[in-house]
């Protein structure tokens, strides 16, 4: 059974960090490019960040390049986001997932968590 399970989000304060954590289990996970996407309240979906099996290829969104930094553990099948400088704008929630990564754009796939909730006040 595959399992991919979020967790690290929380309430901050604007300018603060998180740090974000994309646990697997049941899949290989060094064959797969993962990334996040977020959700906020009452908006579609937005593709923020991807990185392939070996890590030499990354994308960010523009509204997160510069302050999220994305990175892999394939000998512990963790994904990990590591998010500073939080804007309430970030607001949502984070869910990891398989998908295209590409140094322009990331498609998530079907192979996604259950989400962490990222709460930024102002």
């Known amino acids: 059974q595959v399992k991919l399970e979020e967790s690290g989000g929380g309430l901050v304060q604007a300018g603060e960090s998180l740090s974000l954590s994309c646990t697997t289990s049941?899949?290989?996970?060094?064959?797969?490019?993962m990334g996040w996407f977020r959700q906020a309240p009452g908006k579609e979906t937005e593709p923020i960040a991807c990185i392939i099996w070996n890590g030499r290829t990354r994308y960010y969104a523009p509204s997160v390049r510069g302050r999220f930094t994305i990175s892999r553990d394939n000998s512990k099948n963790t994904l990990l986001l590591q998010m500073n400088s939080l804007k309430p704008s970030d607001t949502g929630m984070y869910y990891c997932?398989?998908?295209?990564?590409?140094?322009?754009?990331?498609?998530?796939?079907?192979?996604r968590g259950q989400g962490t909730l990222v709460t930024v006040s102002s």
């Open positions: 997932a398989t998908g295209n990564c590409y140094p322009y754009e990331y498609n998530p796939g079907d192979l």
């Open positions: 049941g899949l290989s996970f060094g064959d797969y490019a």
